[in-house]
């Protein structure tokens, strides 16, 4: 049981603007900053969002990232076949004193 | 360009050790905290442990603490990860972490008899 919530699954024609959900608490993503990863089949995390929207370098702004509360989210606009792929949540938890990672949701474009 | 690679996953039987290494280039090895993250096959990632810049400071995942231990040499521009009494569950591939930023491709433990 992941201490960050995702939706296990998204989906989405091309085109179309997906965005999916990280739920926390106040002692995770009500006092931290979020960042945002996608994975690729067989590949290692790739950072898409730092410090809850800011996107680094040769990150594509179709996708964008927010927070509220105790809750983060990525949308991905514009979506294409590519994008399909896991994406991950993680916040510093001071409770924990650890990081702390969502269960990923598995996008699909369908 | 950041790069990081890193070595010495292995397969070993329960209770055993091993040592992960990491080389770092493109980047201020010295100015940045550093991270392994873990991922089990076919799971999400976990956090395992990560280290201030001066290796003052080093914070594990309960679940390794008193047998995991990170080190780094900032003249070698190297992490480390020293694994004992490993169980089944350890058995993941581990990346190396700028920060929780930027991870390499990993290298794979296993951990069965």
């Known amino acids: 049981q992941s201490v960050l919530t995702q939706p296990p699954s998204a989906s989405g024609t091309p085109g179309q603007t997906v965005t999916m959900s990280c739920s926390g608490s106040?002692?995770?993503?009500?006092?931290?900053?979020v960042n945002w990863y996608q994975q690729l089949p067989g590949a290692a995390p790739k950072l898409l969002i730092s410090?809850?929207?800011q996107r680094p370098s040769g990150v594509p702004d179709r996708f964008s990232g927010s927070r509220s509360g105790t809750s983060a989210s990525l949308a991905i606009s514009g979506l294409q076949s590519e994008d399909e792929a896991d994406y991950y949540c993680?916040?510093?938890?001071?409770?924990?004193?650890?990081?702390?990672f969502g269960g990923g949701t598995k996008l699909t474009v369908l | 360009e950041v790069q990081l690679v890193e070595s010495g996953g292995n397969l070993v039987q329960p209770g055993g050790s091993l040592r992960l290494s990491c080389t770092a280039s493109g980047f201020s090895f010295s100015s940045y905290w550093m991270s392994w993250v873990r991922q089990a096959p076919g799971k999400g990632p976990e956090w395992v442990a990560n280290?201030?810049?001066?290796?003052?400071?080093?914070q594990y995942v309960e679940s390794v603490k008193g047998r995991f231990t990170i080190s780094r040499d900032n003249a070698k521009n190297s992490l480390y990860l020293q694994m004992n009494s490993l169980r089944a569950e350890d058995t993941a591939v581990y990346y190396c972490?700028?920060?929780?930023?930027?991870w390499g491709k990993g290298t794979t433990v296993t951990v069965s008899s």
């Open positions: 106040s002692s995770n993503i009500g006092t931290s900053s």
């Open positions: 993680v916040a510093w938890d001071r409770s924990l004193a650890a990081w702390v």
């Open positions: 410090n809850n929207y």
């Open positions: 972490g700028k920060d929780m930023e930027v």
């Open positions: 280290i201030k810049q001066d290796g003052s400071e080093k």
